[in-house]
C-alpha cells in the first residue's frame, strides 16, 4: 500500500522547502487586526466628535427654548418677545461642525409655539400656534450640522468599503413656563386688554358682581369654583363643601387652597352669591349674622389695622365703654377717615380702574395730624400706609400700640376674642385676572386660563348694597402674586421655566 504524500512533494527542492516555511506568518495576522484595530479607533475618535457636537448643540437648544418660553405670559407681544428673547440672550459654540464654530441668532435654531403638549412624551407636537395669547410652549429645532469623519473614511478604505460620509447632527428642545400660586382666594376679575398687575402697582379697582348671562367687562367679578382650587390639606378649609366650603376661603385667614398651576385652566362662577361680602369683612373685624359663630375661632382673626372711618357701637357720642363691642353693621362716622379712593374713581371719570391718584395728605391731616407715618411720603400707596401704621404700633407701650392712638377709632379689632392676627396680609387676596372678552366670560365658564394672579389690597369692607347678592369689592394692586406666601402649605408664589422635552 502506497503512502500519500503532500502535493508539494513533487516540487523541486528549493520550491518544497519555501512552502514548508512558516515564518513570518503572523505579519498576515498582524495586518488584519491593524485594519480592525484602526476602524475601532476610527470608530471612537469619530464618535466621540459626533457625540461632542450633539451635546453642544443640545446645551445650545436647551438654552434657546427657556429664553424664549420665559416670554410665553400670553400677552399680545409673548411671541415677538420670545423672539428677539432666543436670537439676542443666547450664544454658544460648537466645536466639530463645519462651518461656523458660533451657534447664535435665527440662522441656527427655528422656533416654534405650541398650545399644549401631548401626555404621551414620544407623540408627535402638533398643537403649532402662531397666536401670542395661545402660545404655552416653544420647540427649538436647531439648524442641522455636519461633522466630518475622516478615520471611518480611511478605516472604510482600508476595509474594502465604500468612502464613509459625513455625519448630520441635529438637535431640538421643547420649554415652557410653569408657575404656582398659594391660598389663592376663590375670586377672579375681569381686566383690560394687556393690563399687567405690575404696570398698575397703587392703582385701586372697583370691582362689582358679575352675573350670569350678558358680557363680562374689566372691573366685573365673579368666584372660581372650588372644584378647580384644590382645598389645602392641612388648612382650615378642610373637609368642607358647600356654603361652608367658600365661607372658609373667602374668610378663613390662611392655608385655604393647595398650589395649583398658574396656567391650569379654573372654572368661573358668577359673582352674585349671598353672605360672601360678610365673610369678606370678618378681615376688618365685622362678624354679622351666622358669621359670629367665628368670633373666636383662630382660622378666623381680623387684620391688625382695621381703620375704616366707622365707629364700633359701643362707642358712641365720643365716649368709650370698658367693654369691648363689634362694629357690626355700624355706620356712624368717626372722629378718623378711611383710606381715600383714587380721586378719579371717586368723581365718577376713569371708571373702575383707577390711577393711583388719592388724596393722602387729608388721609395724614385727619388721621395722623399732618405727620406721615414713618417710611411715608407723598407717593405712598394705600397699602403702605396701611403697612406703616402697623410697623409704628408695635414700637409703641400699650395701650398706645395701636394704629391710631388717642383716635375713638384706633384701628384695633375689638370683636374677635382672640384679637388680631400679626399678618398684616390679612386684608390682601389673591385673585385671577382674567381677559373676559377673549374668554366669552358671562358668569359659569369651565377651564379659563387666568392671565396672572394678582396681590390685591382690601382699602375698605365689601359693600353689598340692600343686602342681596350683588357687592362692590374696592382693592388696591399690590402687585403680580411672587412672594406672597401661605400657611400650612409653603405657599410662596414660584415661577419657573422648565423643559419639557
Keep these: 500500500m502506497s503512502r500519500l504524500r503532500p502535493p508539494f512533494a513533487q516540487m523541486p527542492g528549493s520550491l518544497r522547502r519555501f512552502a514548508a516555511d512558516e515564518a513570518g506568518a503572523v505579519l498576515v495576522l498582524w495586518g488584519m487586526f491593524l485594519a480592525v484595530a484602526f476602524g475601532f479607533l476610527a470608530l471612537a475618535v ?8 450633539q451635546s453642544e448643540m443640545q446645551s445650545y437648544a436647551d438654552q434657546v427654548a427657556l429664553a424664549a418660553a420665559g416670554e410665553l405670559d400670553r400677552r399680545d407681544t409673548a411671541i415677538s418677545r420670545a423672539t428677539v428673547a432666543a436670537q439676542r440672550l443666547i450664544s454658544d459654540w460648537q466645536t466639530y461642525a463645519a462651518g461656523d464654530r458660533v451657534l447664535s441668532g435665527a440662522a441656527d435654531f427655528q422656533l416654534t409655539f405650541l398650545t399644549n403638549l401631548p401626555a404621551n412624551d414620544t407623540a408627535a407636537l402638533t398643537a403649532t400656534t402662531t397666536d401670542p395669547r395661545l402660545a404655552r410652549y416653544v420647540r427649538v429645532t436647531v439648524t442641522t450640522a455636519t461633522v466630518p469623519t475622516p478615520f471611518a473614511a480611511v478605516a472604510s478604505t482600508l476595509n ?3 468612502v464613509t460620509s459625513d455625519v448630520e447632527v441635529a438637535a431640538t428642545a421643547t420649554a415652557g413656563p410653569a408657575a404656582y400660586a398659594c391660598d389663592v382666594t376663590p375670586l377672579m376679575f375681569c381686566v383690560p386688554p394687556g393690563w399687567q398687575a405690575d404696570q ?22 365673579g368666584f372660581l369654583d372650588p372644584s378647580s382650587l384644590p382645598t389645602d390639606s392641612a388648612g382650615p378649609c378642610k373637609g368642607l363643601n358647600g356654603a361652608s366650603l367658600y365661607t372658609c376661603l373667602v374668610g378663613a385667614e390662611r392655608a ?44 378666623y382673626r381680623p387684620a391688625p389695622n382695621t381703620v375704616q372711618g366707622t365707629l364700633p357701637k359701643s362707642v358712641k357720642n365720643g365716649n ?7 362694629r357690626g353693621n355700624n355706620a356712624e362716622p368717626s372722629d378718623v377717615i378711611a383710606l381715600p379712593r383714587d380721586t378719579c374713581i371717586a368723581a365718577g371719570t376713569c371708571g373702575r380702574f383707577g390711577n393711583g391718584n388719592w388724596n393722602r395728605a387729608n388721609y395724614v391731616a385727619r388721621n395722623h395730624n399732618g405727620t406721615y407715618p414713618l417710611g411715608t411720603d407723598a407717593t405712598s400707596t394705600r397699602y403702605q400706609m396701611y403697612l406703616a401704621e402697623i410697623a409704628e404700633a408695635k414700637k409703641r407701650s400699650a395701650p398706645n400700640n395701636v394704629p391710631l392712638p388717642g383716635k375713638l377709632e384706633t ?8 384679637g388680631p392676627t400679626a399678618d398684616p396680609d390679612r386684608r390682601t387676596v389673591v385673585a385671577a385676572a382674567i381677559d373676559c372678552a377673549a374668554n366669552d366670560i358671562r358668569g359659569n365658564t369651565s377651564n379659563v386660563i387666568p392671565l396672572e394672579y394678582v396681590q390685591l389690597f ?7 348694597p340692600g343686602g342681596g347678592e350683588d357687592a362692590e369689592i ?5 402687585r403680580s402674586a411672587g412672594g406672597f406666601g401661605s400657611g400650612a402649605t409653603v405657599g410662596v408664589y414660584r415661577e419657573i421655566v422648565q423643559l419639557y422635552r
Design 46 to 53: 469619530d464618535f466621540g466628535r459626533m457625540a461632542s457636537t
Design 160 to 162: 474594502g468599503g465604500a
Design 200 to 221: 398698575n402697582k397703587g392703582d385701586q379697582i372697583t370691582l362689582r358682581s358679575g352675573g350670569n348671562g350678558a358680557a363680562w367687562g374689566p372691573g366685573n367679578f
Design 256 to 299: 385655604v387652597t393647595a398650589c395649583i398651576r398658574t396656567d391650569q385652566g379654573v372654572n368661573t362662577l358668577t359673582g352674585q352669591r349671598v353672605g360672601l361680602a360678610e365673610a369678606f369683612n370678618m378681615r376688618f373685624d365685622h362678624f354679622d349674622g351666622d358669621l359670629k359663630k367665628f368670633q373666636d375661632d383662630p382660622a
Design 320 to 326: 368709650k365703654e370698658s367693654r369691648p363691642s363689634c
Design 411 to 418: 384701628g384695633a379689632p375689638q370683636c374677635h376674642k382672640l
Design 458 to 464: 382690601m382699602t375698605e369692607p365689601v359693600a353689598s
Design 474 to 478: 374696592m382693592v388696591e394692586v399690590i
